[in-house]
């Protein structure tokens, strides 16, 4: 909690911290209604209840990135190797940033909200819903960023971090049903979409936010974070080790 309180901190004092998680859902949320909204579902508003959960979705697995690459900065700038010296757990460092840096995303979602409201999006189940997709949303992004944390370890610099996590990121979210509905894909390609975490994910916090079905789409996400969790937290900490 001490490390997760370094990285929160900064923001009071550097608040341009905030800038990247605060640009890209404005431009998302801008473009998709604009650009594509008219063209998928032929009414821009219509196009923004639907897309706006899997926006959330994409950004909030975007935004995972951001711990690859401010890991892979400490480690090259040798912040890590004076954590090294403390009686800490190995995996404080890890965990620190990941929970700070989730707990911005709170920001991006309130940021996706507020400007969903002011172009016409509608929230139809009250604030149980909205602090339920929050909670489901934080919660797999706890899991995805420490498939963040191995790309940000294994990789040589930040550069490389970024190159190799958009490889991820970018494939997972644009296969899913997050901005078009799956029956519009190919056959093949909706074989994926059904199993895609990420589909899943999207649909429940549509449900939570704008109503329709939850429990099995939330039920089989955190199945998914619980196994991305499972399988990434022990990796990482053996690339830490191994690195460190």
């Known amino acids: 909690m001490t490390l997760a309180w370094r990285s929160l901190v900064q923001i009071k004092h550097n608040p341009m911290e905030l800038l990247d998680l605060s640009v890209q859902p404005i431009m998302f949320l801008l473009l998709f209604t604009y650009v ?16 706006l959960p899997g926006l959330v979705v994409q950004n909030m697995l975007f ?11 400490d480690i090259s700038k040798g912040v890590f190797d004076r954590l090294r010296s403390l009686p800490i757990a190995r995996s404080a460092p890890l965990a620190g940033r990941i929970v700070a840096d989730t707990l911005k995303q709170i ?6 909200l507020g400007l969903g409201t002011v172009l016409g999006f509608r929230v ?29 370890l294994v990789a040589a610099d930040p550069e490389k971090v970024q190159i190799m ?3 991820v990121m970018m494939p997972l979210t644009f296969t899913s049903n997050a901005f078009v509905p799956t029956k519009t894909l190919p056959e093949w390609l909706q074989r994926w979409v059904e199993v895609n975490p990420v589909t899943h ?7 939570l936010l704008s109503g329709g079905p939850v429990a099995t789409h939330a039920t089989i996400s955190l199945l998914w974070a619980l196994g991305i969790a499972l399988v990434f937290i022990p990796l990482s900490l053996r690339a830490f080790r191994s690195r460190a």
């Open 201 to 207: 994910l999207a649909d429940a916090v549509r449900g």
């Open 124 to 152: 139809q189940t009250g604030v149980v819903g909205v602090a339920g997709a929050l909670a489901l949303l934080v919660g797999f992004a706890l899991a995805m960023s420490w498939l963040s944390v191995l790309i940000g």
């Open 107 to 112: 920001w991006a979602f309130a940021l996706f």
């Open 165 to 167: 996590a958009f490889s």
């Open 36 to 51: 594509f909204g008219g063209a998928i579902s032929g009414s821009t508003s219509e196009y923004l209840q639907f897309s």
């Open 63 to 73: 935004a995972t990135l951001t711990t690859a690459i401010g890991l892979s900065t």
